[in-house]
């Protein structure tokens, strides 16, 4: 009886104390959100209407650009060859690419006049465009192939095989060998349109699930090419990567949908690798892995505005894996929303590697439930993809005048920002602008008190960290208590780091909090 009554009361006085946290709504979680709403279902409504906006905005403006195009027609500016015209079937059934490539064809054939600005080879909408894996490398024209259509990749097993790989290349660019759409020494192409390119990846990742190292096709690669631009299409289920940019100068990505389940396998959104001057504009991108990496050999690289969702957010890197040189420089991150992603933006570098990270910005970014807003990790080494031991090593590929400014919203690790920098070769950042909130159990609770991360929470995890050389240095990260804290990163080490490849394992070495709970 006497037990009852105990366990009765503790029931009652667990359920007063949960509807007292509930009501004491700090000052800082009244400004954030509207009654009612766990931040994760208001997160996910508005993502869910923006997205719609979004799509609205990217088909209005494909359209707007085809209605010029017909009056560019009538005036002598464009040609239109449409695909139907060269025998395409258009069924999903048969193959289209021998169709495709008459089209292309006659578009080089089109005489040349003083008017005339560009040539369309038109895959027009509501029809479903099978091919096998096609190369195009348009010479000596302004040329533009307009996907207004489906266009669908074989499957799996009609795909033809990787291309062998050559031992002189990197893992990295062997894998980009494999392509769908392959876009090879181009220059002035441009792809456009409202349709889709869609992947059939499911089958694929299933292989990949279990044999990562079977290869698989990337559906667009730009490769040795200048002056591309790919806009309003949409990209989805990628066996692989979506977009991959090699070896290219100015190529121009614009209000591009890249839409493939988080849990598919190495589904990058946007790659790019050994390029330069590239823009990516306002696109949608949700995808299984990095939503953009910019890898070695690129530089002048610029992402702006659009949302990334799921997957891991911004990469850079990794750089310097096996003990190779690598150097990435002149990136600039800004306007971007992340919507649940693992990272928003990161710089990971593998101990041993030569080169450098230099000048890279992130401005105006805006997180929601991501797990570790900004990571910069030059011990990165992870369980998948060890070389030997990760070993720690005296070189490293140093990183430079790295400038976070303006990042808000809140996440959901405990930990605002990790930068882990190597003994042997501090990295220099400045830091400003912080407004961040840690929150747990975002599901469940609106975000109040309680629902904060408790006591060490919201951090700012500093190793090898030296303060940059720009004039704005303050950080305000809110704590629980809504306080904030003034550049944390000033005097070098307030935390002491650990490997990420160890937090997995369940290892982690103590750490002191920058602000008490
Ligand atoms: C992207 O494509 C997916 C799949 O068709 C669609 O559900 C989503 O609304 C699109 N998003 C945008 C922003 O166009
Ligand atoms: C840093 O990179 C930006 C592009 O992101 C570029 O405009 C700027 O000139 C670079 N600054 C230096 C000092 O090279
Ligand atoms: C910051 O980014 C948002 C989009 O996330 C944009 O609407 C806003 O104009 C940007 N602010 C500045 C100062 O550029
Ligand atoms: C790396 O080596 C240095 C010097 O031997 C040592 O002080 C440091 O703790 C090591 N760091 C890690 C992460 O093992
Ligand atoms: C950062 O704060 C400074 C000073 O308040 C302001 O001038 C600057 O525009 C802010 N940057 C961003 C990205 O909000």
Known sequence: M????????????????????????????????????SLVELAMSTYESRSLVEMKVRQKESRKEYEKLLRNVEKGKAVIISVMDHGARGDGIADDRPALERAIAAAQEVPATDRLKVVVVHLPESFTFLLSPVVLSPTARNLELRIDGTVLTPTMESFPPAPRASRKMTPELQRMQYAFIEVANADKLKISGFGSVEGRGAEWWRIRKREPMRRAPSLLLIRD????????????????????????????????????PSNSVNTDGIDILASSDVRVKDCWIATGDDNVAVKERSEYVEVVGG??????????????????????????????TFVKSVQAARI????G??????????????????????????????????????????KAVAISDVTIDGL????????????????AIPCSVNLANLSLVAVRLASLFPITSSSQAPGCSNIVRCFNVVPGNRPHRTLSVLSPGGGSIIAPCSNGNEMHGFRLDRTRKGKRPPFTCVHPP
């Open 2 to 37: 006497l037990k009852i009554i105990v366990m009765v009361l503790a029931v009652l006085t667990t359920i007063g104390w949960l509807v007292v946290q509930m009501r004491t709504q700090s000052s800082l979680a009244s400004r954030l959100t509207p009654q009612g709403l």
């Open 225 to 260: 090419s200048k002056d591309v631009a790919v806009s309003h299409v949409e990209l989805r289920n990628s066996p692989f990567y979506h977009v991959v940019i090699l070896r290219s100068k100015k190529v121009r990505l614009k209000r591009l949908n890249v839409s493939t």
């Open 307 to 336: 949302t990334f969702y799921k997957g891991h957010g911004l990469s850079i890197g990794s750089l310097g894996e096996r003990g190779t040189e690598a150097s990435v420089s002149h990136v600039h991150l800004a306007d971007v």
């Open 348 to 351: 990971k570098t593998w101990q």
């Open 353 to 394: 590697g030569r080169g450098h990270a230099n000048n890279i910005t992130f401005k105006n970014l805006t997180v929601q439930g991501v797990g570790i807003p900004i990571v910069i990790d030059q011990f990165y080494c992870p369980v998948s993809q060890h070389p030997a031991d990760c070993t720690n090593s005296s």
């Open 408 to 423: 808000s919203g809140w996440h959901t690790s405990g930990v605002a920002a990790m930068l882990h920098c190597s003994e």
